[in-house]
């Protein structure tokens, strides 16, 4: 399966080439992120890929499950009340995010996806992450949107005001890491 795998991402390589590889799973990928006048933060992942062709970079994350490419809106990426929550999405445009941080370069277009195992054996896939079914052709539109939510999501961890529950939704806990600590 992988091999299979790996020779369908050269064939789609293949037909978008030329282009560059600029990353591949690059360590370090971090950014130092205020969350107010007192926090700062490392934020940062490893990228699996970051290629580039003409002004279009693509940040792109490899999964071997079904993750969909498309999502709603930036606020559904944060809801953590949503099952079916694109982490997948979140994922790809918080690569992007850090990316944009970093890189911070206005003249290229920004362009974050999946290529999963799902998708990369359809002759019809398209590259990309979707919103409302509209191709993202430039993600950097969204990326204050996500900045604030994250933001919020942020500070709300931080609070030590803020106790952590445990969650309501059993189904959560049987593949989370922490269930032996957590006492569920
Ligand atoms: S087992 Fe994991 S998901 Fe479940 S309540 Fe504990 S920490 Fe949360």
């Avoid at 282009?19 to 990228?47: A, R, V, Y």
Wanted: hydrophobic share 35%; proline share 3%; net charge negative.
């Amino acid at each position: 399966m992988v091999k299979k795998m790996a020779d369908h991402v050269l064939r789609k390589d293949e037909l978008y080439a030329p282009f560059f590889i600029d990353m591949l799973e690059q360590e370090d990928f971090k950014t130092s992120f205020p969350i107010n006048e007192k926090l700062t933060i490392l934020l940062g992942g490893k990228i699996d890929r970051v290629d580039r062709k003409e002004d279009v970079v693509r940040i792109i994350d490899y999964k071997t499950g079904k993750d969909e490419n498309s999502f709603s809106s930036i606020t559904s990426l944060f809801d953590r009340d949503d099952d079916k929550r694109n982490k997948a999405a979140f994922q790809a445009l918080f690569y992007s995010w850090v990316y944009d941080r970093v890189k911070g370069n206005s003249n290229v277009k920004l362009q974050p996806g999946l290529i999963n195992r799902k998708e990369i054996f359809n002759d019809q896939f398209e590259y990309g992450l979707n919103l409302k079914g509209e191709s993202i052709q430039d993600v950097k539109y969204l990326l204050p949107e996500f900045e604030n939510s994250l933001v919020v999501l942020l500070t709300e961890l931080f609070d030590p005001k803020q106790p952590f529950d445990q969650t309501a939704k059993v189904r959560t806990c049987e593949y989370c890491a922490y269930k032996e600590i957590c006492a569920r």
